[in-house]
């Protein structure tokens, strides 16, 4: 089974309510986790990933090189250029390799053979280790400025299925970008996190039009219910209307600052906390689905 864990907009707390979901979940189930927020992922800080047991790259992704002694110059290469990743370099062309995404234009209307060549590059890795909680971890993490978030993003999942595991628990970044499409499709249960605020719910209508793309069933968490009390009742009608029951309030807890400062899961070390009091009632709301 695979749940994901996702939120439309970012900052809402999703990655704090998964750490600690993911020690209350690897205590009673066989499990494994994956950071699928490939431009940012950093839950491995946070559950204890010391040593990386090992790591893939990502391959099958080419940047367009331009043999400066065979450029004469004419620019037709820049012009049609869709990311605009080609510049000029004194009397001939270079390409921004950081932009470029292998497109073939260039090649196309490069009016001489043997100008323009393609050399494969690395967009991203995927790693896997044991956390400090003994469930297992996989972290897809994309290099700055390169495409197919989503292509390692899937990579990530097929290998965190390789271990045959009871439940597979995905951290989706925010928004609605291939990575988090990758995350999505596929889960049995997503766990929609927004906080008491009309963006937080506009993006998380969004995401919501994604979930129902792939027929997905959801959920929902509210962070920080009780910032913005007055807004709960349009927070309960979203929910409502997207037909997704809301399995825990999460009330505003400075214990979580603390718990981040320390790298750890809040409902590890300020078990007793609201924070944690929330959590383990979500997490019981969602035993019933695994």
């Known amino acids: 089974m695979q749940i994901t864990v996702s939120s439309g907009k970012g ?3 999703k990655s704090s309510i998964t750490a600690s979901l993911l020690y209350l979940f690897g205590k009673e189930n066989d499990l494994i986790a994956v950071d699928a927020d490939a431009d940012t992922p950093n839950l491995d800080i946070l559950l204890n990933v ?37 510049e000029r370099d004194g009397k001939v062309y270079r390409v921004n390799e950081v932009l470029c995404e292998g497109c073939n234009v260039c090649s196309i209307v490069c009016p001489h053979d043997f100008v323009i ?5 690395i967009p991203g890795v995927i790693r896997w280790g044991k956390t400090d909680y003994d469930f297992e971890f996989v972290s897809a993490q994309l290099f700055p400025g390169r495409p197919n978030s989503g292509k390692l993003v899937f990579k990530a999942k097929k290998l965190a299925q390789s271990f045959n595991k009871d439940l597979m628990v995905v951290d989706a970044a925010a928004g609605i970008g291939c990575s988090v499409v990758a995350s999505v499709n596929g889960s049995d249960l997503v766990v929609v996190v927004v906080e008491p605020t009309e963006v937080s719910l506009s993006d998380a209508g969004r995401l919501v039009k994604v979930l129902d793309h792939f027929g997905v069933r959801r959920v929902g968490v509210v962070n920080k219910f009780d910032i913005n009390s007055d807004f709960m009742p349009v927070v309960e009608g979203f929910f409502k209307g997207v037909k997704a029951d809301i399995v825990g309030y999460v009330p505003y807890d400075k214990n979580v600052v603390n718990a981040m400062l320390q790298g750890k899961p809040a409902v590890e070390i300020f078990p007793e906390s609201l924070f944690s009091t929330a959590i383990k009632e979500i997490y019981e709301n969602l035993k019933n689905f695994v």
């Open 11 to 13: 900052g809402v707390g």
């Open 50 to 86: 010391k040593d990386w047991e090992g790591e893939e790259s990502l391959s099958g992704e080419r940047v367009a090189v331009i043999d400066g002694d065979r450029c004469n110059g004419c620019g037709l290469c820049a012009r049609h250029c869709p990311y605009e990743c080609i």
């Open 117 to 121: 060549s393609f050399k494969e590059t």
